[in-house]
T-cell receptor, first 112, second 117 residues
Framework: GENVEQHPSTLSVQEGDSAVIKCTYS??????FPWYKQELGKRPQLIID?????GEKKDQRIAVTLNKTAKHFSLHITETQPEDSAVYFC???????????FGAGTRLTVKP | NAGVTQTPKFQVLKTGQSMTLQCAQD?????MSWYRQDPGMGLRLIHY???????DQGEVPNGYNVSRSTTEDFPLRLLSAAPSQTSVYFC????????????????FGDGTRLSIL
């Protein structure tokens, strides 16, 4: 099955700086790559996703890039704010979404 | 819409007891799934269902049963609880993939925190 690795496990940045989280996946059949944000004690919430026919996608301060050849994708957060502090998870799923595998998570801390 | 509703929010069991975690969604989503979340291990897929009457195993299915008698409900049963099943359990749902329609985002419930002594 799919194996998703996520780095780093913890990331601390100063408010206003950028943060980058990277993921690699093993199964070339994976076609859908969502990113979830989870605040302490809360449910994971989708913040952005990308499909394999797209190389980059942006939504305000958040962007995701995908390199299918190298089997890696990254989350970029610009102009970080304290409210961006949370655990972020990447995931990969095949075209039919039936078996979505998650990375182990990155705990992001944004210092004011 | 209430979205994905999980009950109970917290539960403590003794080793060997059985129980059912409830999950219901009111979005008419065909696809439903159960994950467990353990520290440092992300979310691991236990079982999933692509529609009423259809279930399949995920990454870590041992010790758990599921059924899908209706589109709305997808209960998870622990047959004989073990301390290794202490975890936070999340249910999720999404529209299913259809030809010509790409993957759909999964919506998560608030989770059930389960402790087994």
């Amino acid at each position: 099955g799919e194996n998703v690795e996520q780095h780093p496990s913890t990331l601390s940045v100063q408010e206003g700086d950028s943060a980058v989280i990277k993921c690699t996946y093993s199964d070339s059949a994976s076609n859908y790559f969502p990113w979830y944000k989870q605040e302490l004690g809360k449910r994971p919430q989708l913040i952005i996703d990308i499909r394999s026919n797209v190389g980059e996608k942006k939504d305000q301060r958040i962007a995701v890039t995908l390199n299918k050849t190298a089997k890696h994708f990254s989350l970029h957060i610009t102009e970080t704010q304290p409210e961006d502090s949370a655990v972020y998870f990447c995931a990969a799923a095949p075209y039919n979404n039936n078996d979505m595998r998650f990375g182990a998570g990155t705990r992001l801390t944004v210092k004011p | 819409n209430a979205g994905v509703t999980q009950t109970p929010k917290f539960q403590v069991l003794k080793t060997g007891q059985s129980m059912t975690l409830q999950c219901a969604q009111d979005m008419n989503h065909e696809y439903m799934s159960w994950y467990r979340q353990d520290p440092g291990m992300g979310l691991r897929l236990i079982h999933y269902s692509v529609g009423a009457g259809i279930t399949d195993q995920g990454e870590v299915p041992n010790g758990y049963n599921v059924s899908r008698s209706t589109t709305e409900d997808f209960p998870l049963r622990l047959l004989s609880a073990a301390p290794s099943q202490t975890s936070v359990y999340f249910c999720a749902s999404s529209l299913a993939h259809h030809p010509g329609n790409s993957n759909q985002p999964q919506h998560f419930g608030d989770g059930t925190r389960l402790s087994i002594l």
